[in-house]
């Protein structure tokens, strides 16, 4: 799991963004916990966690950064085809 960007399966932002997320953004921080715990009682595949991701995607661009919100984005398509996919083969996945 990737900790949004962890919690994506894609590598967490870089150190110093790391520090600034942390430092001057209780906000985004909040809401990467939240999706987190969305993860944890919903599964990966839920459609709310996906949605959640998108939300996710675009607080990051917000704040211009848009190479852990690009992977944020790639990581909610992912996970939203394995849904399809797992749907439609009756939860078989490769």
Sequence with gaps: AMD???TLHAPPPRQ???ETIRQLDP???AR?????????L????HPDV???FSSLEKLFA????YVEASQ???AAQRRSFEAIHTAATGGQMR
Aim: aromatic residues 4%.
């Design 42 to 45: 919903l599964g990966v595949h």
């Design 72 to 74: 944020i984005r790639m």
């Design 16 to 18: 110093h963004q790391r």
């Design 4 to 6: 949004c960007p962890r």
């Design 32 to 40: 990467i916990e939240a999706v987190h715990i969305q993860e944890r």
């Design 27 to 29: 906000a985004l921080q």
């Design 50 to 52: 996906i949605f959640a």
């Design 62 to 65: 917000r704040r211009g950064m």
